[in-house]
Structure formats: C-alpha cells, structure tokens
C-alpha cells in the first residue's frame, strides 16, 4: 500500500503529468469546440460540401508544413536556452527568427498563389475564393505559430492552454455565424481568419518581455539551427502527409459523398491524436532541457509511452463498441452507412500517435537520422492510394497498415539510444 501510495505521490507530482493535464484541459475544451465545429459544419453544409472544407483544411495543414518545422526547431533550442537560464539567448533567437520567417514565408506563399491554379482543378473546385481565404489563413497562422513555439519551448503551458481555448471559441462563433447568413464554405473557412487573428495577439502578449532586453555580445550558433531545422521540415513535411493526404487523394478520386463520409470519420478517428498530443507536447521541451543539461530522461519517455498507449487503448474500444453511436452523435444519420469503418480509424490514429511520441523523443535528443522513416512511410501511402482507391475500405487499410509498419520501425530503433538515457 505504502509502494503504491509512494508511486502516485510521484506520478503526480511529476512534472510531465502535471504539465500534460494543463495542457489536456486546454485540449480537452478546445478539441471539444474543434469537433462542435466539425460537428455543426458537417450538419450545416452537408457530406459534399463538408468533405470539400475538411480536403481544403487538409490544404491548409500542408501549407503550414515549414513553419510547423520551424516550430519544433524552436522548441527545441529555446527549452534548451531555458534549461541554462539563458534568457538574453532566447530574447535573440525570438528577434532573429522574426526576421527569418517573413521573407521565407512571404516567397512560399507566393509558390502557393502560382499553384492556385492547379489546386484548384485537382480538388475539382468551382472557385478560386476557397483557396485565397486558406492562404490568408496561412499568412496570419505563420506569426501566430512561432509565438506558440516559444510559449511551449519556456514551459508557459497555461497560457498556451487558454489561447488555444480563446482561438477555437472564436473559430467556432465566427463559422456559425458565417454560414448561417450563406457563406457556406467560404464562411467556414472564413473563421479561421479570425480564429487566426485572435491567437497570434495572444500568443505574443506573454511574450512580450523578449523583445524588452537589451541587445548583448551573445552569439547564437545559426550553423546548428539550420543543420537541426532540415530534418525536422522533413519529419514535418511527413507526418503533416501521414495525417492529410488520405483525405485529399480520397477527394480527388472518390465522389463528393464518400470524401465526405471519409472526412467525418477521419475526423472523429483524429480525437485520440488530439487526446494525446499534451503528452508529446509537454515530453519534447522537458526531455530537451534535460538532454541539454546532460540529466536522465528514460523515466519521462516511459511515463509518455505508457499515458498515450492508455488513452489509445480507451479508445480503440470505444470505437469498435459504439461506432454507429458516436457517428451519430457527431454528424447525424446521413453519415450512418461508413460507421462500421470506425473501428479501423482508431487503430490507424493509434498508431499514427504513438509514432509522434517516438519521433519526438529521437529529435528531442538530437537523434535526427530516423526521419527516413517517417518520410519513407509518408511516400508509400501516397504511392499506395493512387495505384489502390477503389473503395474508403481499401485507403483506411492502406493508411492503417503503413502507420502500424512505421511504428514498428521506431520502436526497433529505440535501443539505439541506451547509452543517452
């Protein structure tokens, strides 16, 4: 009882769990507004309108994959400053990568604008106005993601929390709104405009006290941030592909009515990921910082491995118990006839989550070579859908069995890494 007892008192009092709770609430509330959202568009605009705002919202997830890399990056070396109390060092990296950003994402925004075009006939769109909201979004997304980096990199998981529930609150209030006067798509897609706007003001409130230091003599080494950014823009650029593609390539080969039964099931498939990400979110920074400092981490990826294994467990279950309930709590009957693909969805996004979990520990301790990996998978799902989509049932298979390959992959590589933990 005493060992027990004893076991709990330290579960609970660690840092990671506390850490991942606050941001779990955060996610938890936001994740439920995200899926009020999914669940009222679903409804309001119907399987084939809703299929092509969930492929356009795909779009915009793809487009926000080098800033995303960004990001990590970010988190990376600013828990690390963090971990050696060099403030003066985190002020400059936050100047300096201000100043790196808005050109290089300004040039990718004008790639994106150029292929508009293309875009636009490969999803089967009528109009080009869809495709312009999604690269505003992005525009306004890019600042308000680096702020976010620097909030989670310093540990300020609140606040992080509470931008994130005051982003989706906006995001959900201005969609129903919009689509209620006859925006419909557009209108949808229009709230994350404003959704965007509300966070990048409050992702940089706390923040701004780095912009208050004083310049100093401290150099930062640009060399080992570069060589750090391109691996992870690939393990970005593959995951972002792992969690997207499907329901782009679905939208481009199946008819409107199946994209959209696939969209709303992916969607429903995608909570577990959402569930779990506090976990990879809170472990990054706080694994980093103890790399960085040369402390023990074995016990941190443990404890990550067995709390997202848990949740997927829960999961799982309950969607192969309740799969026809659960779709029609989300999105109503009209989407009943796919809910007996639920189950495989859970499995498929199980995977996917325990993976993130592994590649973020491999990058949080510098082991950056197993991105092949992810980038390999990546690759064969796309390969794989285009050769085989003759059915929803084949593609969640395709996607299912890659992402179980994948981790796999990652958990064989883990005792590569003994001598570090």
Request: glycine share 6%; charged share 10%.
């Amino acid at each position: 009882m005493k060992i027990l007892q004893k076991f709990l008192r330290r579960f609970f009092k660690s840092k990671l769990v506390t850490g991942s709770l606050v941001v779990m609430i955060g996610a938890i509330i936001g994740g439920f507004g995200n899926y009020i959202y999914h669940l009222l568009m679903g409804r309001m605009l119907g399987p084939a309108d809703y299929g092509i705002l969930v492929s356009l919202i795909s779009i915009f997830s793809i487009l926000g994959v080098p800033l995303a890399a960004v990001g990590l990056t970010i988190v990376k070396f600013v828990s690390a400053f963090n971990g050696k109390k060099e403030t003066k060092a985190i002020s400059l990296f936050f100047k300096k990568i201000n100043l790196w950003v808005l050109p290089f994402s300004l040039f990718l925004l004008l790639v994106f604008l150029i292929c508009i075009p293309l875009i636009n006939s490969f999803l089967n769109l009528s109009s080009y106005l869809p495709l312009m909201i999604v690269l505003l979004s992005s525009l306004i997304g890019i600042f308000s993601s680096v702020n976010r980096s620097f909030l989670q990199g310093l540990l300020r998981f609140g606040w992080l929390t509470f931008s994130g529930v005051a982003e989706t609150a906006t995001k959900l209030l201005a969609a129903i709104i919009l689509v209620t006067i006859g925006f419909k798509v557009n209108g949808a897609l229009g709230s994350l405009v404003f959704s965007g706007l509300i966070a990048l003001i409050l992702n940089f409130w706390p923040l701004r006290f780095l912009l208050a230091n004083k310049e100093s003599d401290l150099k930062i080494n640009n060399r080992e941030i570069f060589i750090f950014s391109i691996p992870v823009f690939f393990l970005t650029l593959a995951f972002t592909s792992l969690y997207n593609s499907d329901v782009i390539l679905v939208r481009h080969f199946l008819s409107s009515q199946e994209t959209g039964f696939y969209a709303a099931l992916s969607t429903i498939g995608k909570i577990i990921f959402f569930l779990t990400g506090p976990v990879v979110s809170v472990m990054f920074p706080m694994i980093s910082e103890r790399h960085a400092i040369g402390s023990r981490y074995k016990n941190l990826l443990l404890l990550s491995l067995i709390l997202v294994a848990s949740i997927c467990s829960i999961g799982v279950l309950f969607y192969f118990l309740f799969p026809q309930l659960i779709v029609r709590i989300f999105y109503g009957s009209q989407y009943l006839s796919s809910a007996s693909y639920l189950g495989f969805f859970a499995i498929l996004f199980s995977f996917y989550s325990l993976s993130s979990l592994l590649i973020n520990f491999y990058f949080s301790i510098k082991k950056t070579r197993i991105v092949i990996l992810p980038v390999l998978a990546a690759l064969f799902q796309i390969i794989f859908i285009c050769l085989f989509h003759q059915s929803l049932l084949i593609i969640i298979l395709i996607s299912l069995i890659i992402n179980a390959l994948l981790f796999l992959g990652l958990l064989l590589y883990l005792p590569q890494c003994r001598k570090q933990s």
